[in-house]
């Protein structure tokens, strides 16, 4: 059985949103970051890199990385959908998830959230805040601006699709009014069985 591991409000609520899609037995291991258990000896030993997510394979192994996970379990869950045939066409699923996970996530969301994880003066903390917030509502309009008239930033329901969503739930957590498209399209996620499971506690 996968073993994975998830701190509630970060971006590993992607992860368990794909892990109620494809429908994989799991067991969930709740991380509190809050308490720095991510930095505790027993989380260390199976992901040296001290952060979530993580995924404990049925062999042990340990498969860290937002897009390295989402990948490998779309992959080995075809029957689910949620990776589209083709190289160009999954070279467009990853290229979303980096610019997400990597630009909008990284460099937006990290320093609106927790400037403090970078400096300690007040006043340079409120102007990493206010950087942070620009670089994520610009990197939203992009993503909103993707997604045309579908309901799905690439057309059709997939991993891609994960990660925006953790990404909106942190947007208004923030008070920040998604563009219109995001707005739906949150709305829409809301109303799907396996995110309902994965917000359930």
């Not at 290229?95 to 007040?122: C, I, N, Q, W, Y």
Request: proline share 6%; hydrophobic share 45%; aromatic share 8%.
């Amino acid at each position: 059985m996968l073993g994975f591991f998830h701190a509630p409000g970060s971006c590993s609520l992607g992860i368990r949103v794909i892990l109620e899609e494809i429908g994989a037995p799991y067991k969930l291991h709740r991380i509190d970051l809050a308490k720095g258990e991510q930095r505790g000896d027993a989380f260390r030993a199976l992901n040296p890199k001290g952060k979530v997510p993580a995924l404990r394979l049925s062999d042990g192994a340990c498969l860290t990385e937002f897009q390295a996970i989402a990948f490998w379990l779309a992959q080995s869950h075809p029957q689910a959908g949620l990776l589209p045939a083709g190289p160009e066409a999954q070279a467009r699923v990853m290229e979303a998830l980096d610019f997400m996970v990597g630009s909008v996530h990284m460099r937006g969301f990290t320093l609106a959230l927790v400037p403090g994880k970078f400096v300690t003066d007040p006043k340079a903390q409120e102007e990493l805040r206010a950087h942070g917030l620009s670089v994520a509502s610009d990197g939203l309009a992009h993503l909103a601006d993707r997604m045309g008239e579908g309901d799905w930033l690439l057309g059709a329901y997939g991993i891609a699709d994960a990660a925006l969503f953790y990404l909106t739930c942190w947007a208004g957590h923030l008070g920040m009014e998604l563009p219109a498209p995001l707005a739906e399209f949150h709305q829409c996620m809301l109303a799907r069985p396996a995110v309902q499971r994965a917000l359930a506690d």
